[in-house]
């Protein structure tokens, strides 16, 4: 069985500018991915619009030609398609790691497959795993029911019914407003009083507006209590109690990293906020040869790292392992030949 230089888990951005700078350093390696290329974009809802202008999102030194302003989330899957291609990076798809160990040395990754389990070898590994697969609940009764979702897609479905969306950040303001210009009857429960500080400002007033004029209905410093099958059940501020009308409802209240694998591989994470232990400047944890890169460093804290900086660490990681592993085939060739 073939030993590899390195095995990404994940073909995220992060990974892609991991395995670009993999080759360019002539390791050998490979992209194990549970689901598509860059999978998490592919999720986003079908007419989200990037905050970023698209320079920001290359990797690879391959441009990002739009005609707009900010790229679309089509743009952006066609985009890192043709990295993929471009660079011709060895990407093995519908391989959900289950586990790495350190074994005779080596790092064994498993996967699970359609075709059963899968083994792979390799001097290091690194985790890009993201943080869009795991929400964070609300853990309030009939969070599970069908007609809720901690992802929104999009609007046309709604169309003249009444929809209750939780949470007062930019994916909450970007549904909301999408699903009011396609005839949804919007409710936005918020547990603050003011919006997410992220709020992108071009939408703020947009949002504000549409509620001002009652196009879209809020109810501010409110928390959930219940969902059924045709309400939302709220509570203020001041304790008094208020049903929502709803055929579906959106909680989204952010997403967190998966620790699974992560403690699987022996990696230490704090146990709030999920955050795995690493080296800031290498990315490696407190297992040898294990790192971290991309959203996947942050825990629960997902607003740290964008593909406008997390694109970076592929290249800084890489580094560092090309740089080890010569230190190390050099030691063992003097070792031989001493």
């Known amino acids: 069985m073939s030993v590899y230089d390195l095995v990404i888990v994940g073909a995220g951005p992060a990974g892609l500018a991991a395995s670009i700078a993999a080759k360019k350093h002539g390791l050998s ?15 986003y809802p079908r007419q989200m619009v990037f905050f970023t202008t698209p320079e920001l999102l290359e990797i690879g030194n391959i441009p990002f030609v739009t005609p707009y302003e900010k790229p679309t989330r089509s ?17 093995e798809q519908g391989q959900t790691v289950s586990s790495v160990r350190c074994e005779d040395g080596q790092l064994v990754v498993m996967t699970a497959t359609d075709d059963g389990p899968r083994q792979w070898t390799a001097r290091t590994v690194v985790i890009a795993t993201g943080a869009y697969d795991l929400p964070n609940r609300m853990d309030v009764p009939g969070e599970d029911l069908p007609h809720v979702s901690h992802y929104y897609t999009e609007a046309h479905a709604y169309f003249r019914k ?46 504000e507006n ?14 959930v209590t219940r969902i059924t099958h045709k309400t939302v059940e709220i509570e203020r ?19 967190h990293s998966d620790t699974t694998l992560l403690a699987h591989a022996g990696v230490d994470f704090d146990p709030v906020e ?10 490696e944890t407190n297992v ?10 942050t825990g629960r804290q997902t607003n740290r790292i964008f593909i406008e900086n997390g694109r970076f660490h592929g290249k800084t990681v890489v580094d560092v392992i090309a740089a080890r592993l010569a230190r190390r085939e050099a030691a063992t060739s003097s070792t031989v030949h001493g």
């Open 210 to 223: 549409r509620i001002k004029e009652g196009s879209i209905a809020a109810r501010m410093s409110s928390r």
């Open 288 to 297: 040898p040869g294990v790192y971290v890169i991309g959203n996947v460093t």
């Open 162 to 207: 009444h929809v209750v969306v939780v949470g007062g950040a930019n994916s909450t303001a970007d549904a909301a407003l999408e699903m009011y210009r396609a005839g949804v009857k919007v409710t936005i429960v918020h547990r603050r009083d003011d919006w997410h500080k992220g709020l992108k400002y071009w939408v703020r007033p947009d949002l």
């Open 274 to 283: 999920l955050a795995p232990t690493h080296d800031p400047e290498t990315f």
């Open 75 to 91: 743009e952006a899957l066609r985009y890192y398609r043709r990295i993929v291609d471009t660079f011709e990076l060895p990407i």
């Open 237 to 255: 501020a001041d304790g008094t109690a208020e049903s929502l009308p709803a055929d579906a409802v959106f909680l989204l209240t952010g997403y």
């Open 29 to 43: 390696h490979v992209i194990l991915e549970k689901g598509a290329v860059v999978n998490t974009i592919l999720h």
